[in-house]
């Protein structure tokens, strides 16, 4: 992962994630390193919410997988990339059953705004943190 050492206001970090097996404490090391100069409780928001992003994309989702960390200013955004354009989620809900499903609600307890985007082929999940 080739990243700058502090990723600074209004930069931009992309991290293609690997098919197969997640390997979400390398993400969130990733992550971690690139806002270490931030306070520990919002960088903690950040890698929960990245973690929970990444996890999703794999459990519910087909790759490619792809990260993205925007810092600007006043708040962090991540985004996350996969390429199952048809099922979006929805708050609360999840096909796996009822001991499942919030993640997502966590997500929009901990950020101050969170959606999805499509595009061709696929959807991007995002949450922006405040700094």
Not at 20 to 31: E, I, N
Not at 47 to 75: I, K, M, W
Request: proline share 5%; aromatic share 4%.
């Amino acid at each position: 992962m080739d990243t700058p050492e502090v990723l600074s206001a209004s930069a931009r970090t992309v991290h293609t994630l690997p098919e197969g097996t997640p390997d979400l404490a390398a993400v969130r090391a990733w992550v971690g390193a690139l806002l270490r100069d931030l306070s520990e409780d919002t960088r903690l928001d950040v890698l929960l919410v990245c973690t929970e992003l990444a996890s999703n994309a794999y459990e519910h989702a087909q790759g490619p997988r792809v990260v993205r960390v925007q810092r600007h200013t006043d708040f962090v955004r991540v985004e996350v990339d996969d390429h199952t354009p048809a099922e979006l989620p929805q708050l609360g809900e999840s096909r796996l059953g009822d001991s499942r499903g919030r993640g997502l609600i966590l997500i929009a307890q901990i950020s101050r705004c969170w959606g999805t985007r499509e595009f061709t082929g696929g959807k991007t999940i995002w949450a922006e943190i405040d700094v």
